[in-house]
């Protein structure tokens, strides 16, 4: 896969980080520095774990030949599965749910936990895509260490200073990445298009 095309299928798997962390900031009063770079450390890690755990998995059946032809299939793999993330996004984004903002003090890591280990299933999904057709390991854990930071960051005092509201937005310019993504994808290499 092209650099741009990891880039767009990590920063929009992780803009719904991006808006899980809105409504995170949208209820704190305060940020305090070792916080942010707690959470920013416990999205990184969880987002470098499952895909790599993703991506392992079937870089492994790749190898081992339990799947025939794994690149083109791969490809066909990535562009479904990339349209069915931008999906689940496209429906987070109508359905707005309702949230109950309760103003706290700070930042507690459990709560986000949870909403950053499913969001990390998908980048596991992603990860196995990925790996059926071979990705350059580095440039992706530069991509997720750095998105990370920036999502983390960006959706803390994005919900701070502005509330929750802008997650909808976040959820389809995410959809949007995916799809372009798997648009490269199909066109470039699935129907040789391009």
């Given at each position: 896969m092209t650099w741009l095309?990891?880039?767009l299928i990590i920063a929009?798997?992780?803009?719904?980080?991006?808006?899980?962390?809105?409504?995170?900031?949208?209820?704190i009063a305060d940020l305090k520095k070792r916080t942010v770079a707690v959470a920013c450390a416990v999205v990184a890690v969880s987002e470098l774990v499952f895909y790599f755990g993703g991506y392992a998995i079937c870089r492994l059946m790749a190898v081992n030949g339990y799947i025939a032809n794994p690149v083109k299939r791969g490809e066909i793999v990535a562009v479904v599965v990339l349209v069915l993330l931008g999906l689940r996004l496209i429906v987070k984004a109508i359905k707005r749910e309702f949230i109950q903002e309760k103003r706290r003090d700070a930042l507690i890591v459990l709560d986000y936990i949870r909403i950053v280990i499913v969001s990390s299933a998908y980048t596991a999904a992603a990860g196995c895509a990925c790996g059926l057709v071979g990705t350059t390991i580095w440039q992706i854990i530069a991509l997720i260490l750095a998105i990370s930071v920036l999502v983390v960051?960006?959706?803390?005092?994005?919900?701070?200073?502005?509330?929750?509201?802008?997650?909808?937005?976040?959820?389809i310019v995410g959809a949007a990445?995916?799809?372009?993504?798997?648009?490269?994808?199909?066109?470039?290499?699935?129907?040789?298009?391009?």
């Open positions: 095309e990891n880039l929009g798997i992780l803009l719904d980080v991006f808006a899980a962390m809105e409504i995170q900031g949208a209820m960051l960006g959706g803390l005092y994005t919900g701070m200073h502005f509330g929750f509201e802008k997650k909808t937005i976040a959820y990445l995916l799809w372009g993504a798997g648009a490269e994808i199909f066109l470039s290499r699935v129907i040789d298009f391009v």
